[in-house]
């Protein structure tokens, strides 16, 4: 019941209960239950009660013979609590008193050393520097005593090593004891200099005794002044905190007063801002809806314009198909005339089939540049002889085409009717006829013919040549052989320079079987074409001949086709072109021909004489 007190903090009626159980339970205990209450005390921190209990707990220790059993029943160590409880009471003296009684009962070694070291550290605190430094000197006495015993009984007896252990203990209490002896001396020698410095300061402290009664009325003066000043200055701190407040309030107000007015800037700025976009949209609109007008009215007077033109250009295409049906009606009619030209100049021409029974292995490759052509070639047999011409006039279509009808006229005259064979003759009487045809000595018109005559010799087996700037190629057993024709053409002036051969020189060409002949124009040479867009010039038809005249007549007009058709379709630059070609075995021929002639008497008998036997044999 008394710990329940004590747990609830009543201790008064912790006590009241704690001295009714000793009372009734303290028959032959009287010392067990003293020092209960001893500890009961000290714990409630009733110091004064537990002061009496262990006094009379000490006392009944030497009347009643009870102190072994106490000792090893009850462990409780009651002198070492002693000065714990007479220090809160400050009566430290009294408490000095049992601990002589104690050395005297207990009487070992440990416990008495623990005891005398606490009774120094008692006068220690007392202030009783002498005897306590005795009781450390007996403390320090007790532990080198024991450290004899131990070590004596050590060397005699084998002791556990807690006696070990002990001996370490000892021998350090002792070497901390000395220390603390040491310390001793110091503070007395400082205690002696301190005694000594407070009777200067006494001696001082008087001195100033008197200057601090004027200090003191200077001091309360100063207090005054220092008090009035604190009080002004309390109030100027208030007066400058409200200051302050106040000045803050103002700038918080200019601050908001501020923000409005940046507010009402920007706000005024932002109206501006739309109304300036508003106005430059209208004016926008307004300068678009003037381009708009202008370019309507723009638009509706270039539309009337092209109305206008348009109706012009009606009328106007009208007219131009006036001309154009009218053209097409000359053109038509221009195309009829050349037609009818064309038919007329092909009609004058030689027939083909009477050149190939003249002259069988032959071919002429004739490429008129329009409906009517420059270019004619001429053919005809007289007696034994034939002769062959190729005429380039000057001038394309209709001009050339009037020069050639002159041409054609002038040669059947000169050689059909005057039988006119020799070649240089022939272009001799032909350029007369022309330049008298054309006046060339009064009106000094310069148009003419190019020419190529030959005559065969059949019966002779030669040929003679003769020719008008143009020349005759010969190819034999792989040679090219050119013979040249003389400088002027047909239809020059009679008073150009002549050669001592004459005007025009002639050729004389035996004939044999490997023998090929060509007579041309310049038109073939003469053709643009190419990558380049060049001539064909006179070194590459010569080639193309040497090329050419291993193969038959047939293959070589389709290589000459070939190349002349290539030239044409790179280049709209091209020309007329005439190139006539023959190879004869006039030997055989002629030989059969004059054994025919020469015998012609002679075979007619022999026939007659074969039908007569024939009809006698019938």
């Known amino acids: 019941m008394g710990e329940q007190y004590q747990l609830m903090g009543d201790y008064a009626q912790a006590l009241l209960h704690f001295k009714t159980i000793a009372g009734k339970e303290a028959e032959g205990r009287v010392v067990l239950w003293d020092s209960e209450m001893f500890e009961k005390c000290v714990e409630m921190k009733h110091y004064e009660l537990a002061r009496q209990y262990a006094e009379r707990s000490v006392r009944e220790v030497f009347d009643v013979q009870t102190y072994k059993s106490y000792v090893e029943t009850y462990p409780f160590d009651l002198a070492r609590a002693i000065p714990e409880i007479y220090a809160p009471l400050k009566s430290i003296s009294e408490a000095s008193v049992f601990y002589p009684v104690f050395l005297e009962v207990n009487a070992r070694f440990d416990e008495i050393a623990d005891y005398v070291h606490d009774l120094a ?16 000197r007996a403390f320090a006495q007790i532990y080198e005593k024991l450290l004899d015993f131990l070590s004596q009984t050590r060397e005699q007896y084998a002791l556990p090593e807690s006696v070990n252990v002990r001996l370490s203990q000892a021998r350090k209490a002792l070497r901390q004891v000395e220390s603390e002896l040491i310390y001793f001396d110091k503070i007395e020698t400082e205690r002696q200099l301190k005694q000594q410095e407070a009777a200067l300061l006494e001696a ?9 009664e004027k200090a003191k009325q200077k001091a309360s003066f100063f207090q005054k002044t220092a008090s009035l000043n604190q009080k ?5 701190e208030s007066r400058k905190k409200a200051l302050e407040e106040k000045n803050k309030a103002l700038n918080a107000q200019k601050e908001l007063l501020q923000k409005k007015k940046d507010l009402q800037s920007q706000t005024n700025l932002y109206l501006s801002a739309a109304i300036g976009l508003f106005l430059l949209l209208i004016v926008g609109l307004a300068r678009s809806r003037q381009r708009y007008l202008r370019l309507s009215q723009s638009l509706e007077k270039s539309r009337q314009e092209l109305d206008h033109r348009s109706k012009q250009q009606g009328a106007m295409l009208k007219v131009l198909e006036k001309q154009k049906n009218s053209l097409e009606m000359l053109q038509q009619e221009s195309q009829s005339s050349l037609h009818y030209a064309q038919r007329i100049q092909r009609a004058i021409l030689p027939r083909m089939h009477q050149i190939k029974a003249a002259l069988p292995d032959s071919f002429i490759f004739f490429q008129p540049l329009e409906a009517v052509s420059g270019d004619f070639y001429w053919f005809t047999e007289l007696e034994d ?15 050339g085409a009037f020069m050639s009808m002159l041409g054609d006229a002038y040669l059947h005259e000169i050689v059909k009717i005057r039988e006119i064979t020799r070649p240089d ?3 001799t009487e032909l350029n007369f006829c022309i330049r008298e045809a054309l006046k060339s000595p009064e009106t000094e018109v310069s148009d003419g013919m190019d020419a190529v005559i030959i005559t065969i010799h059949r019966e002779a087996g030669y040929l003679e040549f003769a020719g008008a700037k143009n020349p005759l ?8 052989t050119e013979l ?14 002549v050669g001592p051969e004459g005007a025009f020189p002639l050729h004389r060409v035996p004939l044999t079987l490997s023998s090929v002949f060509y007579l041309c124009s310049d038109g073939y040479q003469d053709q643009f074409g190419g990558l380049e867009g060049r001539k064909f010039m006179k070194g590459k038809f010569k080639k193309l001949l040497l090329k050419a005249h291993r193969l038959s007549f047939y293959e070589q007009v389709k290589l000459l086709g070939k190349r002349f058709q290539t030239g044409k379709a790179t280049t709209p630059r091209w020309t007329m072109s005439l190139l006539w070609a023959f190879a004869y075995p006039f030997e055989a021929f002629c030989g059969v021909y004059l054994f025919f002639k020469n015998s012609f008497f002679q075979v007619f008998v022999i026939l007659g004489c074969l039908l007569r ?6």
Do not use: W
């Open 425 to 427: 003759q022939i272009l």
């Open 232 to 236: 002004l200055m309390a109030e100027a």
């Open 484 to 497: 040249r024709g003389s400088l002027m053409s047909i239809g020059t002036y009679a008073g150009q320079a």
């Open 613 to 618: 036997f024939l009809k006698k044999s019938v």
């Open 385 to 399: 002889k034939i002769i062959l011409a190729a005429i380039d006039c000057t001038g394309h279509g209709v001009p």
């Open 121 to 136: 550290h008692i006068y220690k605190l007392l202030g009783n520097m002498e005897l306590s430094q005795e009781y450390y």
């Open 204 to 212: 001082k402290s008087e001195r100033y005794r008197n200057i601090g």
């Open 473 to 480: 190629y010969i190819v034999e057993k792989g040679q090219l």
